[in-house]
């Protein structure tokens, strides 16, 4: 095949994808917004994917540092993005079967969770 | 394999690992779709990370050159990531998510750049398929970069929240990016130019920098989603430019959806996206003022202790959470007061507002964090109903959600947002550093109402003074 038919396929899947896209983001609650664009986020970290193979294939001191520093920026958003999107997602846990019990009677003067540093 | 990176725009991987890169792009549909609803999103997240690391360890397996250096930088991305992310307090969240969404982004534009040098070494001209992906990749791997830094910066608060505007802005951008495009197409018709090159990315940056400095704070969780279905299209279009299908669907899929999620957040601020991105929001507010009519009135400022009263003897208090709440940290001491009130058989209920915060969900999270029941917090069309039968509103570093301005003036440029009607409670507290305006930069009449009074000072201060006095009235 040639390089222009790989791209015609390539916009072919671009496409597609994109309409499944659109087709995934129906109804969201908008507690969950924040969630599923920093889980969004996290995924187009998969650029890390080309940073890598521009990084296997330069033989260049400088197209070599450049694609380093872009190995180094897409797995900040990978790893960032998902434990970002992690943290925040445990916050929830739980929510639905909480609000199903009969609600807890908190005792007076209960101390705040040991936590909040200034 | 090798043969393969070696002419990476050109062929197509092994049949297994297309397989596996199809197995981790289904992992990737199905995790973003399980993160569409409360009970799986956890999941979602954990299914889109396996696609991750099947997708990076197929990569890494293909090209076995070059790990010397690779390893090493994404384990030290990796590390300061995950540090980062988990140390970062859950209030500035948004500009976390900003930040490693610019990271995405500029990753997207130096794999353009290391292309562009790796295909031009020696003098030797690019086809137009290849100049235009890797222009197009910069170009929006740029801009989410240096857009998303603003945001960064922005909602940091190391520079201002306020629009930044200057006299012809949106012309000067158009041409702006007129300019790109042309010296664009130079670099396309001569298939190469690597000081052009250089410019054209500069130039990227810079009308990256210049499209977000006019968006106020208010519209930054906007901005930021918009940003990242940006850098999702650069990722696609890299994509193109490293010949591997995978991030093209990935990155058209983060890039469709995050479009959509745009439009869902602007909708709930019923800010139409090109109000968001040409509109200056706040800054037009400035001038028509829906302040005039406040002015004749002067605010009623309260203390903790008269406050702390009204609270014990109320039926019920409603809780209206906003930025400032996030900003003094204030949650756990909210939580310890309603805590008290409870005791004393008052009714507490948290009005959460879709964009309260800065992010749509911003006051679930803290609020969550705090361990407040999940049954307590109220969305805007389940609590409006309840203000009228409520004694005390309780707004605690929220202003444009509870301005009436977006019912009565039609001036105003938050006029039709819908909001939480704490005006409708027989008294509203609210609890604020000072009179500045808030985020929108928009004067509140609801302030200067006959049953507002004003506690002023730091969120968490205050609160922990109102805990105290509370404690005194019981004891009392």
Redesign the interface.
Known sequence: MSTNDLVLIGFFIFVVSGLLGLELITKVPSLLHTPLMSGTNFIHGIVVIGAITIAATVNDTLAGVVAVIAVFLGTLNVVGGWVVTDRMLSMFKGGGRQAARPAAVEPAGTTPAPEGKS | MIAV??S???G?PPAWALLCYILAITL??R???L?????T??L???V??LG?LL??GV??GL?H??WA??VP??????V???T???R?P?TA??Q??A???G??G???A??A???F??LT?GGATL?L??SG?ILLSCLI?SISFAGSMIAFAKLQEIMTGTPITWPLQHEINGVWLLGLLVIGSIIMATGGGGVLMIVFFAGALILGVMAVLPVGGADM?VI??LL?AF??V???V????????????????????????TL??SR?MNRPISNVLFGAFGKVAEGVGGGAAAVAHAVRPTTAEDLAVLLSYAQQVIFVPGYGLAVA?A???V??LA??L??RGVRVLYA?H??AGR????M??LL????V???ELK?MDSVNPEFPRTDVAVVIGANDVVNPAALNDPKSPIWGMPILRADQAKTVVVLKRSMRPGFAGIENELFYHDNTLMLFGDAKDSVTKLIAEV?QQ?AA
Request: overall charge neutral; hydrophobic content about 50%; cysteine-free.
């Open positions: 990176a070696a990476s725009s050109t197509l990737f549909a995790g973003i779709k993160l569409t609803s409360p009970r999103a956890v979602g997240n954990r889109a990370g991750m997708a990076i990569t890494l090209l050159v070059g250096y690779i930088a994404a384990a030290i991305g990796a300061i990531g995950a980062w992310a988990l970062v859950m969240m948004p976390m998510v930040m490693f969404n990271m995405g500029g990753a997207a130096l794999v750049l290391g292309d040098h790796r070494a086809g398929i290849d992906t791997g969780p930021i989603s990242n850098t999702g650069a990722a696609a890299t994509g193109f430019v490293i010949g591997n299908y995978s991030l093209v669907v990935a990155g058209a899929l983060v890039g469709a959806s995050g479009s959509i999620l869902l957040m709930a940290r949650q756990h001491e939580k310890e805590d008290q409870k005791a959460i879709p964009v992010m749509p969900g911003h679930n999270v969550a964090e705090a361990d029941p999940y049954d969305e404690k019981a």
